[in-house]
């Protein structure tokens, strides 16, 4: 099954808000950075940040499916 996460609203408005959850989690605790090169949504709970982002007013969608 194919699982993909997606937020709709302007770029800008949907970029600055994960920069701030990210810079919040990053200085609270609540994210772990991980050593090597990865992408946010290896370290962090995908679900939790478009819940965060919701929250923020940002329209968010998931799609679940077979490939």
């Known amino acids: 099954?194919?699982?993909v996460?997606?937020?709709a609203d302007h770029p800008a408005s949907?970029?600055?808000a994960v920069a701030a959850l990210?810079?919040?989690g990053l200085a609270g605790?609540?994210?772990a950075p991980a050593a090597?090169?990865?992408g946010l949504a290896e370290i962090v709970d995908p679900v939790a940040v478009l819940t965060s982002l919701e929250r923020?007013?940002?329209t968010v969608?998931?799609?679940e499916g077979a490939a």
């Open 56 to 58: 923020l007013g940002i």
């Open 61 to 63: 969608a998931a799609f």
């Open 29 to 31: 605790g609540s994210i």
């Open 5 to 7: 996460y997606g937020a």
């Open 36 to 38: 090597g090169s990865h």
């Open 14 to 16: 949907v970029a600055g």
């Open 1 to 3: 099954d194919v699982v």
């Open 22 to 24: 990210t810079a919040n």
